[in-house]
């Protein structure tokens, strides 16, 4: 079965054996990745984004599926800027996080795991389900969040971390109620530093359409809200596992080995490394 289709009673193939499923996962192009930061290269190419309609607010159905927590959201929210060549509009977001408060983001930095990660889902405007988009090398594009532990709750998370807490079961679901996409994410100006590569799905079936954005400044949350919004039935292995397997099924898959370049936007990471 997929990833997607797990349940604790009956655990799905590893990463390792998802090429059987689908031969997408056996690609070179294949997400997520360790983001080598010496190794990246400014672009000026990538321009900050202008995130439209996300100060909207909505309701969502907000739904736990045991490794990971997905709110569908209404289309109306679109990303422009970022060197995408068309609008992208929202599909979806989801959090990944860790084993028992563990580390858990899918992406990591310089091979250094984040508590978790949060993926916006965007698909080309031109698209009007995520199933087309993902026929289109460029169809989808993902903007990645990581966050970090601090000392001070952030506010702007209690609906989330409210309604997680009447999920803690793996396939319950609830309604987020009047949510905005920007309450989740830093204020524009914070967000021009990012690194861009061509990747696929995380998850079968891996499809290599995705253009993935991962920002640099991670989304603070206290220990509690960390601990809150964790599942703790959750019985997925945990990321770290997933991506070693699937690190030696493909062991290109760190870019900066094979030539690709990741991108930063703005000088003043450059100058942090001299
Ligand atoms: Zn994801």
Redesign the pocket.
């Known amino acids: 079965c997929y990833q997607s289709q797990h349940t604790c009673a009956t655990p799905c193939n590893g990463p390792e054996k998802w090429y059987h499923a689908n031969k997408d996962c056996e690609g070179r192009a294949q997400s997520p990745i360790n983001i080598v930061h010496r190794k990246t290269l400014p672009d000026d190419r990538l321009t900050p984004f202008q995130f439209r309609k996300y100060q909207d607010s909505f309701s969502g159905l907000i739904k736990n599926n045991g490794h ?1 927590v997905q709110v569908n959201v209404p289309h109306q929210p679109y990303v422009i800027g970022g060197d995408l060549e068309t609008p992208y509009k929202v599909v979806q977001f ?1 959090l ?1 996080w860790g084993k028992n408060g563990g580390p858990g983001s ?1 992406h990591t930095i310089d091979g250094e795991q984040y508590p978790m ?1 949060l ?1 916006i ?1 965007h698909m080309n405007e031109e698209y009007s389900t995520l199933e087309d988009a993902l026929k289109d090398p460029i169809g989808v594009a ?1 903007l ?1 969040f990581f966050y970090e532990e601090s000392l001070s709750a952030n506010r702007k998370y209690d609906p989330v971390v409210s309604a997680l807490q009447r999920i803690m079961t793996t396939g319950a679901n609830t309604t987020l109620v009047s949510v905005s996409l920007e309450q989740l994410i830093h204020p524009q100006h914070n967000l021009t530093n990012y690194y861009r590569y061509k990747g696929s ?3 079968p079936s891996c499809t290599e359409s995705v253009i993935w954005t991962v920002f640099e400044k991670p989304i603070p949350l206290s220990r509690d809200q960390v601990e809150q919004l964790i599942n703790p039935t959750s019985c997925w292995p945990e990321v770290g596992e997933i991506r070693n397997v699937v690190f030696l099924l493909n062991p290109l898959k760190n870019y900066s080995d094979i030539g690709f370049t990741l991108h930063l936007l703005t000088l003043p990471l450059a100058v942090n490394n001299l």
Do not use: N
Request: glycine share 8%; hydrophobic share 25%.
């Open positions: 990971s989801h990944h899918e990660e993926h889902v993902v990645g799905l995380t998850t």
